[in-house]
């Protein structure tokens, strides 16, 4: 692997893209250290991070910076959202989905356009709730306006929040465009790996809490971090080995004569990802349970906290549900079925048209499936393992392995295409 990451050095457009990308990820952390004026981060941070639930998934999702409230607080998760939605419309609205299908690249660059409108939009939604948090939590103490107007500090706060938000958008498209590919995964991939430290530091405290007999806080047996570290190491072996798992489903093309050349006669194959849907399914997230609420609403947040049955069941069905719903976005078997029709192609033992389509749509249902139970064992595992061990806010839990790891499998397959068009060993040899 050294061997192969000094010959892509030796690429000069490579070696270009690379730096490029690692230029853009210092000027991200830059601004995730970067405060917002007018906020107090140190309690901020102390608040956030005992209130858990929600709090919790978007503190490991943006890294640090959102419990520092700093300028790229709200990092990708507008522009995520974005796309989710426009994505979704695209199904729902046909002036969408034709300029979708029909409209080329002028089409991509307007549904592009009308993403990055609508992630502005969720943006300044995001940073009034976020400062509306931020203004009714401890009664304002995490507010200091120093002595200025308190509707000018919250439009200095919301309009920082979108600000940051746009320009990390701007960033990743940057490095899409002129580094080595996936800038918004990447920035989703620095922002969750910012949180190793933290995750590391509790992990010591723990341990040491341990050994000198302090029982009042998290307490962590030697053995326990062992086995954290291994039970981390097996999920990535998982998530790779399923990232990378298909099911095959053979084609064949008829023969046809047209004048005297003989065309088709081939074999080939539709690629069914086992985990078509991505992490998409594990964005659910109830609320987290909070200490000062009572009476019924009090009742509810402990009802769905974290850390309860009530919530790991549901967490569980609804990424189950929703990963059948994104597949069905995501491969249409009737389309699929009409298209091998049109070229000639059939499966072996079915015949073209519907049975065809009942078919896939049978295997596809069988992958999905399967998929969806290893998404929702990957979510549920960090969380009953940090109901045992009284620790659940470990920094990394499933749902961050599983973009981790995907984002670094996306980017090793792209280093690796561009250094076979120039006859290098890549990293997967």
């Known amino acids: 692997m050294i061997e192969t990451i000094r010959n892509a050095w030796k690429i000069p457009e490579l070696r270009k893209k690379i730096l490029f990308t690692v230029f853009a990820l210092l000027i991200f952390r830059l601004g995730s250290v970067v405060p917002v004026p007018f906020i107090n981060s140190d309690l901020l941070s102390n608040t956030l991070n005992s209130m858990g639930g929600i709090f919790s998934l978007l503190g490991t999702m943006n890294g640090t910076a959102f419990s520092m409230a700093a300028v790229f607080a709200l990092g990708v998760q507008p522009y995520i959202n974005s796309s989710i939605i426009i994505q979704l419309l695209t199904v729902a609205i046909p002036a969408l989905e034709r300029l979708q299908r029909d409209g080329g690249e002028e089409g991509r660059k307007k549904i592009a356009a009308i993403t990055r409108y609508v992630t502005v939009a969720i943006a300044l939604f995001q940073g009034f709730g976020y400062y509306t948090l931020i203004r009714t939590t401890n009664d304002g103490a995490l507010l200091d306006t120093a002595g200025l107007p308190g509707w000018w500090a919250a439009i200095v706060i919301i309009l920082c929040f ?65 086995l954290i570290v291994i039970g981390m190491l097996a999920i990535v072996v998982l998530i790779v080995f399923i990232q990378n798992s298909e099911r095959r489903i053979p084609v064949q093309y ?9 065309y088709g006669g081939q074999s080939s194959h539709i690629p069914l990802k086992v985990n078509m849907s991505g992490v998409m399914p594990i964005i659910f997230m109830f609320f987290g349970k909070s200490t000062e609420s009572e009476g019924a609403w009090g009742t509810f947040l402990t009802i769905f906290d974290t850390t309860s049955v009530v919530y790991i069941v549901i967490y569980f069905l609804l990424i189950v549900g929703f990963s059948y719903f994104y597949s069905t976005m995501q491969f249409n078997p009737v389309e699929v079925a009409n298209n091998l029709k049109k070229n000639g192609g059939f499966i072996p033992g079915f015949r073209p048209g519907k049975p065809t389509a009942d078919f896939i749509h049978k295997v596809l249902g069988k992958i999905t499936m399967f998929g969806a139970l290893y998404l929702a064992i990957i979510a549920i595992a960090p969380i009953i393992t940090g109901a045992v061990i009284g620790q659940s806010s470990l920094a990394i839990g499933g749902t961050s392995i599983i973009i981790v790891v995907g984002v670094a499998l996306e980017t090793t397959k792209a280093l690796e295409a561009q250094m076979l068009m120039r006859h290098y060993k890549g990293f997967l040899e």
């Open 162 to 226: 979108t600000a940051g938000s746009a320009f990390v958008m701007w960033l990743g498209e940057q490095i899409t465009e002129f580094g080595i590919g996936n800038g918004i995964s990447i920035i989703l991939f620095a922002g969750i790996l910012s949180r190793v430290p933290s995750m590391v530091a509790t992990l010591y405290t723990g341990i040491r809490n341990n050994l000198d007999g302090v029982t009042d806080q998290f307490n962590l047996p030697w053995w326990g971090a062992i």
């Open 254 to 262: 008829a023969k046809r004569v047209v004048g005297r050349k003989m």
